[in-house]
């Protein structure tokens, strides 16, 4: 069974910052692009951070570049998302998805964030 985990979300002031994790299981994790997304009550669930399987190469949203990294443990099949500067915009319930074309793209529950005063 396909599970995904997340974990890390809460409350935080500006300026602050979380680190949110996700552990995979019933896959072949390191074989899988890990992704975070994120969704913000009445907007659509966006693309936020990638790391690929192969090279761990990365990609960010615009919007997150500079304040926010992803990183993958596959011995220990998480990956991690290091949440910096966090401002009020960033508030949205943050899902974690495994991709790997042809063979699954899987999701977890998601774990919410609120960046607030």
């Known amino acids: 069974q396909v599970q995904l985990v997340e974990s890390g979300g809460g409350l935080v002031q500006p300026g602050g910052s979380l680190r949110l994790s996700c552990i995979g299981s019933g896959f072949a994790f390191s074989r899988y692009s890990m992704n975070w997304y994120r969704q913000a009550p009445g907007k659509e669930r966006e693309p936020v951070a990638s790391i690929r399987s192969v090279d761990f190469s990365t990609t960010y949203a615009d919007s997150v570049k500079g304040r926010f990294t992803v990183t993958r443990d596959n011995a220990e099949r998480t990956v991690y998302l290091q949440m910096n500067d966090l401002k009020p915009d960033d508030t949205a319930v943050y899902y974690c998805?495994?991709?790997?074309?042809?063979?699954?793209?899987?999701w977890g529950q998601g774990t919410q964030v609120t960046v607030s005063s």
């Open positions: 998805n495994a991709l790997r074309i042809l063979y699954g793209n899987y």
